[in-house]
């Protein structure tokens, strides 16, 4: 437990000395939330679909949780190239006990991440229908956190440099994110995009904390969950399993 | 003497490669054990299978008798280690380094303490308590990780290269640390390295590795009379041959290393 704990710490202390990767992982939300949701909203509007950033903010808080999960999982590229990863493997712990104090650092410091994103929807008119749902949406966004931190674990247990990083970015996150609905709704869909929709786990997020925010579900809240925890439970095995099989 | 360390047989093969060849040696406690080799020759693979990195292919390994491959939580917390390259956490200050360590191998919160300082105060580092490890000298690091690896109180300190890339001056003082601590705390050390005036000063015993075996065992001084050389350098030589060893080395990493031998000769 105290390994956990101390590894737990360990990733939130990093995360809040750099200042200059929390300013930088805001800009891009704060981005699309701005460019997007007041370039397209008027579009939005007269489509009949009701107010655009309402929409949107609650895909632009999955994007931010997934980047920064993801993120933080494959920093253990960084630790092995740094050498710390070999101080954790010839502790007294077992492995299991790293991969969690390691995964639910990083998806704490992807939950923290959403939320200010969540704040600064706010700042830009985005309104929580009922402060009560606010808990069933933190449910879901540590759900996607624990999901993609999980997920970035096990792909950087795979990989032996920095070159794979920007290739995870761009053939994993990228597409992810484009295909889970944060964007677009997914009524009328080519039925392509709508299989694509459905094959994105973080589709799932998306729809629980929009329908959760929105009162809309695509998929519907049960489904969402179930999806979210299964796929969470695997991650983590298959990322403590990949990690376990590392070698300093 | 009671053995601390204790290898019979130990072999290492990777596919066809045997990198380590039936291997046999004994350290006995509290004695400052040097294992010298070329590169590529087997050592620091023979010290993964001392630190349940890697399991032995065939033979028997006991760390203060109990077996890595069997017991390797036990025997995680029996030794503790300096790794060849740097192993600390660079945006962690110097104390939270200690702190991690005494948690991860389960130190009680006020053990911790007082620990780090002991240790701390024992390398020079006291003043840098809460000094960003990213800001300190290569020589501060090396001694933070000297003092890290015997927060738990090992048994037994194992050192790969500890002085590598470090002045004359720092090699010196990191050397007088180590004796003091292995002096106050009567720890077993199994270290390696390169510099052989080093060896000579600091090594109760030595075992020279090369191909996978061992080709020789004894004080520096059985050594240089046994091949009859005036240093342990020139008996090191003797052992082992003039021939540059980059069994794993790159072909580019090879003629790097010819280049640079010789540019020595001329």
Known sequence: MNAIYILWLRQLKRYARSRARIVASLGQPILFLLALGFGLGPTFARAGRGDYVQFLAPGIIAMSILFMAVFSGIEIIWDRQFGFLKETLVAPVSRLEIVLGRTLGGATVALIQGLIVFIVCLAVGFRLPHPLLLPAGLAFMALVAVMCTAA????????????????????????????????????NLPEAMWLAV????????????RGTITGAFAFGATTDFAVLVGLAAILLTTGAYLFSRMEV | MMPMIEAHDLVKRFKSFTAVDHVSFMVPEGVVFGFLGPNGAGKTTTIKMLTTVLAQSEGRLLIDGHDPVTEPLLVRRLFGIVFQDPSLDDELTAAENME??????????SQRRERTETLLRLVGLWDRLDTYVKHLSGGMKRRLEIARALLHRPRVLFLDEPTVGLDPQTRIRIWEFIRAMCRDERVTV????????????VADRIAVIDHGRIVAEGTAAALRQQTGAKTLEDAFITLTGRNIREADADPIDRMRALRQASGIRR
């Open chain 1, 198 to 209: 459905r094959l994105d786990p973080l589709s799932y997020g998306v729809d629980g904390l």
């Open chain 2, 190 to 201: 199994f270290f390696t390295t390169h510099y052989m005036e080093e060896v000579e000063r």
């Open chain 2, 100 to 109: 991690l360590h005494g948690a991860l191998y389960g130190l009680p919160r």
């Open chain 1, 152 to 187: 970035g674990t096990a792909l950087g247990s795979l990989m032996h440099d920095m070159q794979g990083f920007q290739l995870t970015m761009n053939l994993v996150v990228l597409p992810l994110f484009f295909f889970s609905s944060a964007l677009f709704p997914v009524a």
